[in-house]
């Protein structure tokens, strides 16, 4: 027997996906900038400059857009962690990751309409969305408009400290998405949690998760109808 419960509201989806193009386009614009030397580079350089501001933009946009449906819709509350154990949790977590999901263990925190998120990616996704995203565009912002920055900051040029915050932050999200891609394809079955995250529907077998089933919280944009048996 298995269960569908929808999770994901079609704003958190249209968000996470133009999200997905426009961070895609920053890191190889971004990287292009980086090593930029005459004659080389991946994308050539008023091409990368241009394609690195527009998107940078896009990204501000949509980061507003995320920040307000969070707190109209009150999916904030996915991101912050339970206090109750929360270390334990973790571990539980961690060593599935590590060792028992090789070993055909079911999921340790089974997804709930009320609780979408393991204590790790609670965690993370809080991290990324509420720490690293903000220092990247603000230290971006500041990049496209040189003259808010202080002239000098620390003893060094103003735009050092900005840039250096900057291209540590990027970094971060980078390595951010290639550990999120894997871990995207440790759903059910390879392809289940991108099918989850297109369509917001989420299935997998019951017997793992019955008790919590009948959890009545609910998910940004998610009714109690939505939830459903097959
Ligand atoms: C090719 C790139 C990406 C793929 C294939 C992908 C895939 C997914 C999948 C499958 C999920 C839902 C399942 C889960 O959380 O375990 C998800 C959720 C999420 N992703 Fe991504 N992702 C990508 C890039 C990104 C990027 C660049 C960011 C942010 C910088 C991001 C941030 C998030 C967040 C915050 C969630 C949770 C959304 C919510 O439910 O509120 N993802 N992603």
Redesign the pocket.
Known sequence: MSRRIFI?ALW?RVW?WI??LL??CLIASGLSLHYARPGAGIIRFSLARDMHNIAGIGLCIDYAYFFIGNIVSG?WW?YIPRPHGYMQRCWVQFRYYMWDMFHGAPHPFPTTVAD??NPL?QLI?WG??YVL?PLMIVTGLTYLYPTVAPDRWFGVDGLLPIAFVHFVTAFL?FL??LV??Y??TTGDTLTS??S??ITGWHEEEADACEPLAQESGLAAGATATDVSKS
Do not use: C, D, E, S
């Open positions: 994901l958190i996470h999200n997905v961070i895609l999916n996915q979408n998120f990616q996704y990324l969305m995203m999200i951010f998405v999120h891609v871990l995207g949690k991108i989850t995250m």
